[in-house]
């Protein structure tokens, strides 16, 4: 057998090899003593790696320290979702780049998803030349541009594991099916763009019969917004376009607009001790309130005997009715939330919300806050009665009042303070989990997130953190909810 000289000093391993369940016996028994015959080092994930890693940890890991990454592809590889979305994270960032190239390699016949699709598949089935694949494949893994010259000895079993009636059908050529994939994907994608420009023509441009005449004056918080567009269905496996609907809440209607599932950068790189390190998370798709919950709306709780009262009169007053709900604590707040149907929501959601698609500063762009900004001024109206903090001031926010995030979300920071579901920790991004986080242990202080400018400027930042004693009621704190699905 020959050995194939490489520069191994960079990485740990050679090859990482993501399979599916349906494919172990396939991989372990003939694939991987094939490459490990060339003196390959090989990464299998749930062989190398600690166990209690989340899938997402361990093919990061995985790819972080493999030279090249070779992904099986089948249709139960791209059913499995947890796999999917893993590496659909892991190749947002530079790990997908010609030093860490990706190898797909074709073990039944599937569609490419469109972020593999630009790769040119390496036919693997049963129906090609197995043998020719192998070299390729260890070329590859090598980084040597030639093919490999491995010579397998009388030794060497590389049979093959029997095959199931299902796996012998014959298969179609993979030339022909890579250029019918290409040529429907074009057509897919030229479809979506056609849709998208017919949903912004339809949801956002005036139409030809309006009289309305855009004015200054400022207006209420909506208790309800009516469902403006529907949910989009999906045109292609993993491509699904974004859920722009506004959904309200038949509990206590409430507009939630839709987040959808993928990655952002949480925390800062400059700012606040607390908010460092700036670091990658994932969230599986969620609906958040479009503005806190206003008196009127805390009020059914209350009236449904599900929630206590606020420690101020403010709450049920009509003339305050869309007004933020404030002087609720903690309990306060989840109680309402887990009386919709919803929870707080975590730090990390509540982020997302703020930064929107741009992973924005504030949640009107990265312009500072500042007087002159906008065309008029508006009045924060709290009651003082009972109430621990004075009312709130007078500050220009026509600025960032009439922009929304690009998720929709209205008054992340203009308002009050919101309440999240998780306790405080100065150090926890520093060994935070990249999916889905939830905060730490009990540390005897909750997260508040969005308090207003008007107290300082800093507090607009989407990454701003607070924290406070649990019963804390203020004037200035209130909060929105999370709803996981409707």
């Known amino acids: ?32 003593p094939s490459l490990e015959a060339a003196d390959l080092r090989i990464c299998l994930a749930d062989r190398d790696f600690d166990l209690g890693l989340s899938t997402l940890e361990a093919v ?17 590889w791209l059913a499995d979702l947890a796999q999917v979305n893993a590496f ?5 960032g530079d790990l997908a780049s010609n030093e860490r190239r990706v190898l797909p390699v074709l073990r039944q016949p599937c569609v490419l998803p469109l972020y593999l699709s630009h790769l040119v598949p390496l036919n693997m089935m049963d129906s090609g030349d197995l043998n020719e694949s192998l070299e ?10 030639r ?76 208790t309800s917004i009516p469902i403006s567009a529907q949910s989009t269905d999906v045109l292609f496996p993993f491509f699904t376009l974004p859920n722009t609907s506004i959904h309200t809440n038949t509990v206590d209607g409430a507009a939630y607009v839709y987040i959808p599932a993928g990655t952002f950068t949480m925390g800062s790189h400059s700012g606040e001790f607390d908010e460092q390190p700036s670091h990658t998370v994932y969230l599986d798709d ?35 009715a869309n007004n933020p709900v404030v002087n609720v604590d903690w309990q306060q707040a989840a109680d309402y939330a887990f009386w919709v149907g919803g929870t707080l929501p975590t730090e990390a959601q509540w982020e997302k919300a703020c930064q929107g698609t741009e992973s924005r500063n504030y949640p009107w762009g990265d312009g500072t806050p500042g007087i002159g900004m906008g065309t008029y001024t508006v009045t924060i109206m709290f009651s003082s009665d009972n109430s621990p903090a004075p009312k709130a001031p007078t500050f220009d926010v026509s600025f960032y009042l009439s922009e929304s995030t690009s998720y929709r979300a209205l008054y992340m ?22 999916l889905n986080p939830t905060g730490s242990d009990n540390s005897g202080l909750r997260v508040l997130r969005g308090l207003p400018p008007s107290l300082r400027y800093g507090y607009a930042l989407c990454a701003t953190r607070h924290k406070y004693n649990p019963n804390t009621q203020h004037g200035f704190f209130g909060f929105r909810v999370v709803m996981s699905d409707f």
Not at 24 to 29: F, I, K, P
Not at 88 to 92: I, K
Not at 414 to 429: L, Q, R, S
């Open 1 to 32: 057998m020959s050995t194939l000289v490489t520069d191994n000093s960079n990485y740990t391993y050679d090859l990482f090899i993501s399979h599916s369940a349906e494919n172990r016996d396939w991989v372990r028994g003939w694939l991987l």
């Open 60 to 76: 990061q890991m995985a790819i972080v320290h493999s030279r090249r990454t070779a992904v099986i592809l089948s249709p139960a």
């Open 88 to 92: 659909q994270m892991a190749l947002t």
């Open 136 to 145: 390729r494949l260890i070329a590859a893994a090598s980084g040597n541009p």
């Open 147 to 222: 093919k490999s010259s491995v010579i397998m000895d009388s030794h060497t079993d590389l049979s093959l594991p029997t095959i199931s009636a299902v796996e012998s059908v014959p298969l179609p050529r993979v030339g022909l099916s890579i250029r019918a994939q290409r040529l429907l994907r074009v057509i897919v994608l030229i479809t979506v763009e056609v849709v998208l420009v017919l949903y912004l023509i339809s949801n956002f441009l005036p139409h030809a019969n309006s009289t309305n005449v855009p004015t200054n004056k400022p207006t209420d918080v909506p």
């Open 286 to 320: 969620y609906w958040i309130m479009r503005t806190e919950v206003t008196n009127k709306q805390y009020g059914l709780c209350v009236a449904a005997g599900s929630c206590s009262e606020p420690s101020n009169s403010a709450w049920n007053s009509s003339t305050d």
């Open 413 to 434: 920071v203009e308002k009050v303070g919101e309440w999240t579901a998780d306790w405080y920790d100065n150090n926890y991004y520093s060994n935070s989990p990249i």
